[in-house]
């Protein structure tokens, strides 16, 4: 009668064990996974051992499988489509350097066109660095769709995790490793579904962290080569994050033996190319060689105070669950914005609970292990660079885990030389360790498959009860801003369009006035409202487009031409 009872019912909260329908749906796919593993481990095992000391094969593989994972989903998740702000602003300068320059004229009416991360003068163009925008730039190049730069970054994050591992352990904890990142930021990840990313800084830590060792080894040339390539992409990516790197390389080449001195000069020939881009990204942008867009922006905008932790604007309302977790969650990540020693450290513990992004959790049980390592002097210094990009991107009033993006391999190397230690424990001749570290990979492996399974096939009704307890996964679903139905209405009406968007008074930070970097020639222009008597000019400007007003904060946004 209980086992009947048990199953009477897939709704948490109807059930006497509080299991719903995900829970079973795990627990079915653990066993069977289990069973399957059981029978086949010792021939998986041997094969996965001998290819993974085909470096250039393994490399291969691994930057495919996050590709290929997610093009699965296309039937269900297509495409993803920029969303926030900092997508727009990475498309604009992609789409800026595909018209072969590096800053764009300002508009003579830049006052409607006013926007989040994006200058109007003196030029018009994006705030952000170079390094995202130029694998967008690539990818729309080849496919016409700025997402393949995002998918192969991720797939190269993966594969260069994988040849960085190659240098800290043995090629099967290495092998393992690069399938631990297909999957933690591939297919579901917020790298691979945004356009924001994080995936290139992780490449260029990846870079820098694999030529290290093989450089102080061998002392070669192309690691050399590899080691500046890894800064340069730094540099280009995050300006203030290459300076942690920069300083973590130097602090390992100081006390390198034997001395690589004499091939580190090529190594600054990429470095020297990066900062020679960025004076000349600057001067396009700002006209001033040292200024960078980014200090530019925040001089002429400040900051939003979305960006900075404010308190409850109407501590009389009481605030629901969802909105008192946002409100908790944004207080961690984005605040409080003082320079007090207390706030300091309160903000950074307050902030390690999203570092779970970078390991899955079954991981986090192997780490302890990883400190018998610290007595080697390269596991110390990787340890204290990790800790120092923890403190020095603390500095910052808010935070976003491509903050860290260069620190990844390195997490993900503490996890497997965890699990590898744990690896060797006997107890009373038993292999228990062995057992131990097999069944934490086997975890990992079906969280994973898990969540992909789900998103794969289960049906509408599922994966909305699901997805809201899902980790750290932030893959495209459905339309929740409305934006593919405007665009798509939009392009369904012949002829050019100017677009005035309206914002009501209780608008939040979602921008919808973004243009590409020709604004003049592009089929949809999107202009921001201010007043009739305003409006006139940019409608006497567009002559020959048709005149929408659009409504963002209406549910579901509503597009209605202008009277």
Known sequence: MFIFDLFRSFLPLHNPAGFGVADFIEIAFLLLMAAFLVAARTRVAEYARNFAERTGWCMLAFALLPIVLRLLLLGRFPVPTPGVSDDFSYLLSADTLLHFRLANPAHPLHQFFETFFVLQQPTYSSIFPLGQAIFLAIGRLLTGNAWAGVALTTGAVAALCYWM?????????????????????????????????????SCAGCLVFGALPRLKETGRERYAWLLGIGLALQILTRPFESVLLTVSAVAFLIFARPSPRRTLLVALVPVCAALAITALQNRAVTENWTTLPYQLSRYQYGVPTTFTFQPNPQPHVPLTPEQQLDYEIQSAVHGPATDTLSAYVARWFSRIRFYRFFLLAPLYLALPFAAFRLRESRFAWAAATVLLFSLGTNFYPYFYS?????????????????????????????????????????????????????????????????????????INSGDPDGRIEIHRQLAATPGKHLVFVHYSPRHAFEEWVYNDADIDGSRVVWARDLGPLENAKLVAYYRDRKVWLLEPDVRPPRLTLAP
Not at 431 to 459: D, K
């Open 402 to 474: 491509h903050y860290i993006a260069a620190i990844t391999c390195l997490l993900l190397l503490f996890a497997l030389a965890g699990l590898e230690r744990l690896n060797r424990i006997t107890i009373r001749g038993q292999a228990v360790g062995q057992q131990a570290a097999a069944l934490l990979l086997t975890l990992a492996g079906a969280h994973f498959l898990f969540w992909y399974g789900l998103h794969l096939f289960a049906s509408d009704q599922v994966l909305t009860a699901a997805v809201q307890y899902e980790t750290w996964d932030a």
């Open 165 to 201: 591992l190659r240098a800290w352990i043995s090629p099967g904890w290495a092998f393992i490793g690069g399938l631990l990142a297909a999957i933690e930021f591939g297919p579901l990840s917020q790298w691979m579904n945004s356009f924001w990313g994080g995936a290139v800084s």
